[in-house]
């Protein structure tokens, strides 16, 4: 069966400094992968997705970007935080298109 | 107007009631449509899919309407369990539009 793993659970950044979370899917190969921010209170707002290996998709200009160095691995970074990136991240895969995606159990980013 | 709109609620219900939540689309082209539910402060959860001839698991019934560009789903005799928000999900393609949910709280 297939499982979604994210890292870390919470993280507690400074503005001004870097981040960098991960996602790494198991048990399929080629998903589709997907970046997701939710903000207290709101809807999910979809950042980036990847339908290959260095294939990336960028749904809102912001300071985020995202890679995918490995079919199964897709990593979220920012060189530096704002504190208007504090939410909940989360991570999904997807296997066709349309298709139902299925959601890792996200990481709360705190920026203060 | 916002691609997918939900009531926001929050629907608070007695054990055993039915509840209903609406939400429309947008995009007409949209293809497939899914409702997820998320519990405070996790992951949303597929909860199913909506097909156009209508569809039910249990206790929970999905239709689709595509003329009006709406879906819904119906919970009939909730639990304290049903508790959560409900998330309306319209996808097109690899375009996946999540609405900002619907809370709904269950209480004895």
């Known amino acids: 069966s297939q499982t979604i793993h994210q890292w870390p659970a919470t993280l507690v950044q400074p503005v001004g400094s870097p981040l960098s979370l991960e996602c790494t899917v198991e048990g399929t190969s080629n998903p589709n992968l997907y970046w997701y921010r939710q903000a207290a209170g709101r809807g999910l707002q979809l950042l980036f997705y990847?339908?290959?290996?260095?294939?990336i998709s960028s749904e809102v200009p912001q300071n985020l970007s995202a890679s995918r160095p490995q079919d199964r691995q897709f990593i979220l970074s920012s060189k530096k935080l704002l504190l208007s990136d504090s939410g909940f991240y989360l991570c999904?895969?997807?296997?066709?298109?349309?298709?139902?995606?299925?959601f890792g159990p996200g990481t709360r980013l705190t920026v203060t | 107007r916002k691609e997918v709109e939900q009531d926001p609620g929050p629907f608070n219900v007695p054990e055993g009631a039915t509840v209903a939540f609406n939400c429309t689309y947008s995009n007409s082209a949209s293809q497939s449509f899914f409702w997820y539910r998320q519990d405070c402060r996790k992951e949303p959860k597929l909860l199913m899919s909506?097909?156009?001839s209508g569809n039910e698991d249990g206790r929970f019934t999905a239709q689709l309407n595509r003329a009006s560009q709406y879906i819904s789903l119906l919970i009939r005799d909730s639990k304290l369990s049903d508790s959560a928000t409900y998330l309306c999900?319209?996808?097109?393609?690899?375009?996946?539009?999540f609405g900002a949910g619907t809370r709904l709280t269950v209480k004895p």
């Open positions: 909506v097909y156009s």
């Open positions: 999904a895969w997807s296997v066709g298109l349309p298709a139902e995606q299925y």
């Open positions: 999900v319209v996808c097109d393609n690899n375009d996946m539009r």
């Open positions: 990847s339908v290959g290996i260095g294939q």
